[in-house]
């Protein structure tokens, strides 16, 4: 008695079907298949295995054949990533527009410090001699000189509140301009940078005092001293020694308030910020796209 074999047709999947690629048309690619997958319990590479539909709960899913482990795809995994990449990208670029704001208004806060501090106004009346009335003489008398002013700007002196705004002030920079430039490793390159922009900005507002004051309606502008020089490379170096002292000071706080693996967690993203990144991390994205 022989048993004669039939084929029994199997139907078309209901909730995804095939969709045929036109002649010269690569296959879009299914859900689950754009990124990688792998067990969730061994670790088994499963991408590229077909995929299985449960007969209970009509859920596609992968079957492990190193453990045997039944595993769902996630549907939402690749367009969880594009939503996860672009909050990403928007998120570094407020980062970025944060740093630039943070350096370009305090920049301009050293160059108004620059067009204030420097100088002070000063106005000097100036009388006209009047000839002296001739003895005898019977009228009345002549009206009294109307002073003409002589505006001008002047040095102001260099003492210790000027010191102490430009020293707390230049400190301050230093420290949080260092800790928002944690991708350069060299702490002093740092602040010797951003000491010398405080530098051009602050000799810039001066400069810009004196040059636009004298065309608007000041006759005279004191020239600098010595004593303003020497102000802004004070300045300066009170910039780079913020820049150098930050690190060990937050190392100290982060091992004082934070627990130990926490803050070892912290310190170590923050120096791998500096590092440059290995061969194989580099080519990572592009082997992927291979």
């Not at 690619?29 to 969730?40: D, K, N, S």
């Not at 923050?270 to 082997?287: H, I, Y």
Request: charged fraction near 15%; aromatic fraction near 12%; glycine fraction near 10%.
């Amino acid at each position: 008695m022989s048993v004669t074999s039939s084929t029994v047709p199997v139907a078309a999947d209901p909730i995804e079907p095939e969709i045929p690629a036109a002649a010269g048309q690569v296959r879009p690619a299914r859900l689950g298949e754009e990124l990688p997958i792998f067990c969730e319990k061994c670790g088994y590479a499963l991408h590229g295995l077909p995929q299985q539909r449960c007969d209970r709960c009509d859920i596609l899913q992968y079957k492990c054949p190193e453990c045997g482990h039944h595993q769902p795809i996630n549907t939402l995994r690749p367009a969880f990533q594009k939503m996860l990449g672009r909050i990403r990208a928007f998120g570094l670029g407020l980062w970025v527009l944060f740093k630039i704001n943070f350096f370009g208004w305090l920049l301009f806060g050293w160059f108004g410090m620059g067009v204030e501090w420097p100088y002070r106004f000063q106005s000097v009346p100036i009388y006209q001699q009047v000839p002296a009335a001739q003895p005898g003489t019977v009228g009345p008398m002549p009206p009294a000189p109307q002073p003409t002013w002589r505006y001008s700007i002047v040095r102001r002196p260099i003492d210790f509140e000027v010191g102490m705004a430009f020293g707390l002030f230049a400190l301050a920079f230093g420290m949080f301009g260092r800790m928002f430039l944690l991708r350069f490793r060299r702490g002093w390159a740092v602040g010797a940078v951003l000491g010398a922009l405080v530098v051009m900005a602050a000799s810039l507002g001066a400069w810009m005092r004196a040059t636009v004051d004298v065309r608007s309606h000041v006759q005279y502008v004191e020239p600098l001293g010595s004593d303003w020089h020497a102000l802004l490379l004070l300045t300066a170096l009170t910039v780079l020694f913020g820049a150098i002292v930050v690190w060990p000071i937050w190392l100290a706080l982060v091992h004082l308030f934070l627990p130990s693996r926490t803050g070892a967690s912290l310190l170590e993203w923050q120096r791998s910020l500096s590092q440059p990144k290995p061969a194989w991390e580099r080519a990572g994205p592009a082997l992927g796209r291979d």
